[in-house]
């Protein structure tokens, strides 16, 4: 069997049920724990973000989490305080691959041709465009003397244990003598949850388990609302993570105790897709004080979702599954029923992927010969094509399958199919079945800003919000006597209706967006979304962006301004007369 | 009376228990049937009646958060129920909660009598919304029934005064709680 390396990995805190910080109580000094506990406090280590689902219903909070994390393996730990003794199950990584597909915040451009315009790729036949997308690849990503323990089992890689938090020592001792990884500085921070009918979640990985076995945990517990202990992960942050939440309910979720911010499009790169949108975001809600500000990247009907999880007949039939007993017959029941999923990610443009649940259990059953992989024949292409590699090419190499295992348990990996992966995945499916909207929600904190837990709740009244933004661009062909798309003067109207004049041309690919040097907010709007009503907007700079863009052009027309190539200046002021009276203002959305 | 009821209701000391309506008095004959909002302690099964205005202590939550615990009790109805729960700021109407609609399973004994769930529900106050102070001012929680079938079988609502903790060991809850 293919022993997995022993590999250091990267760690992040995240934790799903929030532990109602105490240790905020001087917010700007709070240096709490994570509740992914590091192995050693003085390892730095890295949280490359959080992304959680929320789901809200009869009282009861549901929260799939993904887990990121890195550090050694055999040290890996999770503490999260607990309101109530919750019901744990394993979660699927793909839910979030298809989430963040579903629902990724776009950014396209409609073009528009005035004259001949040689590099109108519809030339001839009408008015053109095209659609772009900043990353269509990520669719792929008790009492003293007492013992506290009130559970203990596993699910998946994870042993995991509920404690009585009504007493801090026991439950830290507990702990320490049952191999959990209490880091230093712990005792301080747990403090502020000890307290009657209080619970901690712990965690850690199942001997023979690597951190690449870490797969999402889905917690279930009774809450009014949804909250994120963002506090807790302070420690284990890096500066400006992301925070990724999607809400499911029914109706648009909230952030309650965050402001709200609705960025300015005018900041994005639209000619890049927006490729600087996280950068927009992380600086619009730093407008904000506290930096505790919220967009909304998506508010709609969660049929986005339905039928992506669980479609029809995905998975087919354990029992036939349990039935295939050659290697080659099992690999492809599984390739034929919907296990791995596609997408333009392969060398080739088209590849399967399989879920790392999916290979962690077929490499620890059916590995691939150790020649195979030195030749970088990844796991996937082996399973992918495994009646190629089982067949022709082991006919053609046997010296290259002296270590083969074959040797499997059908119906023993079939169960741990369904527990790992059949049974999280279609739990997730169900998730929107269950609820009618979905929210999207994101933005940046550094752990200096992690001071205050979000919690969502939901307000009826609110407009959905749609991912795919739309701007207008227009090419003057007419002003140049060999137009390029480069070098021709164009006029991008964004959603929100504000102007980018591109006086010199749009530039080649490299060409840096112009208007990263405008002084101007990041934000457009700053609210606060009620639980009814329309929002309250606080800060509205619609104005100070017109401002700063009509001082950005005035510059231009001195010759010194926008565009991939440096401007003339008489070709600017000649195009700007012209362009402003094509021009036409859209409404804001 | 079990003991362990008498214990939480006498933990009450903050609630004026100024008791229910009538056992046999409609309280809205316009409605199918009766719902009383009383007053409660974490995870218990006491009740209290309460008068408008009463002052309730904010209990802190096991998550840092903070809840008014509420004890709704219900005559005339079985079944499976819904139930709404809001809360607004007297002052000026804004709403603070609007909490996600409980499923609650009722049995035939309630058609004939009062009848309440085993444990109190928290009310989630705190953290309060942007701006919005949730203790020191009256509050307004109303709660409606309703049928699977969306008849609204029996609203009450119930004015009470949330407070923090005085001095050092409420500084969290006013902290949490300022908006």
Redesign the interface.
């Known amino acids: 069997m293919l022993k997995l390396p022993n590999k250091i990995l990267l760690a992040a805190s995240l934790s799903a ?6 240790a ?2 001087d ?1 700007n000094e709070a240096e709490a724990c994570g509740c992914f506990v590091p192995p050693d406090p003085t390892v730095p280590i890295v949280q490359a973000g959080e992304r959680i689902l929320f789901g ?4 009861i909070v549901t929260a799939h989490i993904q887990v990121q994390y890195s550090g050694p393996a055999e040290e890996f730990g999770w503490l999260l ?4 003794i919750p019901e744990m199950e394993l979660g699927t990584d793909e839910l979030f691959a298809q989430l963040i597909a579903q629902t990724q915040p776009t950014y396209r451009l409609d073009r528009e041709y005035k004259g001949d315009c040689p590099f109108d790729s519809l030339r001839g036949q009408g008015s053109g465009g095209f659609e772009s997308s900043p990353d269509d690849s990520e669719a792929g990503e008790a009492g003293e003397g007492a013992t506290p323990l009130v559970l203990r089992d596993s699910v998946g890689p994870f042993d995991y244990a509920v404690l009585r ?1 009504d007493a801090k020592q026991p439950m830290l001792d507990w702990l320490d003598d049952n191999g959990f990884f209490v880091p230093g500085g712990t005792e301080d921070v747990v403090d ?2 000890i ?5 901690f979640l712990a965690l850690k990985l199942l001997k023979g388990n690597d951190v690449g076995d870490l797969q999402p945990v889905v917690i279930s517990y009774q ?3 949804p ?1 994120i ?1 963002i506090i807790l992960t302070s420690v284990a942050a890096d500066p400006n993570m992301g925070v990724q939440v999607w809400v499911a ?2 109706d648009r979720a909230i952030p ?4 709200h911010t609705r960025i300015n499009d005018a900041a994005i790169d639209w000619l890049k897709a927006g490729a600087n949108y996280v950068d927009v975001v992380t600086d619009a809600v730093d407008e904000i004080e506290g930096h505790h500000s919220f967009v909304t990247e998506y508010a709609g009907p969660s049929n986005v979702m339905l039928d992506v999880l669980d479609y029809q007949g995905r998975f087919g039939s354990m029992a036939e599954l349990a039935a295939q007993t050659s290697a080659i017959s099992f690999v492809n029941y599984i390739n034929n029923s919907g296990y791995p999923l596609f997408g333009n990610n392969g060398p080739n443009g088209f590849a399967p992927t399989y879920a790392s649940a999916i290979l962690n259990i077929l490499t620890s059953h059916l590995p691939v010969p150790s020649a195979l992989l030195d030749e970088d024949i990844t796991a996937a292409e082996y399973y992918w094509n495994i009646s190629y590699y089982l067949g022709q090419y082991r006919d053609e190499n046997p010296g290259k399958f002296l270590d083969l295992d074959i040797d499997f348990s059908p119906t023993e990996v079939a169960a741990e199919l369904q527990e790992r992966v059949v049974d999280p995945t279609l739990a997730a499916g169900q998730m929107f079945r269950d609820h009618d909207y979905l929210s999207r929600l994101f933005t940046t904190l550094s752990p200096n800003e992690m001071t ?2 979000p ?1 969502f ?3 009826p009244d609110l407009p959905d919000v749609s991912n795919v933004h739309s701007g207008e661009i227009t090419y003057y062909c007419h002003l140049l006597a060999e137009p390029t798309q480069e070098t021709t003067p164009a006029v991008l109207i964004t959603e929100q209706g504000f102007k980018l004049v591109y006086s010199s041309g749009t530039g080649d690919a490299d060409a840096e967006n112009p208007y990263a040097s405008v002084v101007m907010p990041q934000s457009h709007y700053q609210e ?1 979304l ?3 009503g329309e929002p309250e907007v606080v800060v509205d700079n619609t104005a100070l962006i017109r401002t700063a863009l009509h001082n950005a052009h005035q510059e231009d027309n001195g010759g010194c301004f926008v565009g991939g190539s440096s401007s003339t200046g008489l070709g600017s002021l000649a195009f700007f007369g012209l362009a402003l009276l094509g021009l036409r203002r859209r409404r804001d959305s | 009376m079990p003991v362990r009821i008498a214990l939480a209701i006498a933990s009450l000391s903050l609630l004026a228990c100024a008791g229910g309506p009538d056992e046999n008095e409609k309280i809205d004959p316009d409605l199918i049937a009766d719902l009383e909002i009383g007053l409660s302690t974490s995870g218990s099964e006491g009740f209290a009646s309460a008068e408008d205005g009463t002052d309730v202590q904010l209990a802190s939550g096991a998550q840092g958060g903070f809840h008014v615990w509420t004890a709704p009790r219900f005559r005339g109805a079985a079944g499976t129920l819904y139930l709404d729960r809001r809360a607004r700021r007297v002052s000026d109407g804004t709403l603070m909660l609007r909490a996600s609609r409980l499923v609650i399973d009722v049995p035939v004994d309630a058609m004939g009598d009062w009848w309440r769930g085993r444990e109190a529900i928290p009310s989630f106050m705190c953290p309060a919304p942007v701006g919005l102070q949730a203790y020191d001012s009256e509050v307004e929680f109303a709660f409606d029934l309703f049928s699977e079938d969306e008849e609204l079988l029996a609203t009450d609502s119930l004015i009470v005064v949330p407070r923090c903790e005085s001095g050092e060991a409420g500084k969290f809850c006013r902290d949490v709680c300022s908006g």
Not at chain 1, 17 to 22: E, I, K, Q
Request: hydrophobic content about 35%; charged content about 15%; aromatic content about 10%.
């Open positions: 049920v929030f532990a109602g910080g105490l905020a109580l917010t809200q219903q009869n009282g305080p607990m309101p109530a938090a502020a949850y307290q009657p009918g209080a619970y809450s009014d609302l909250m202990p309910g029914d309650r105790n965050y402001h205050k837990d919690v709740s939901f307000n606060l009620r639980e009814e």
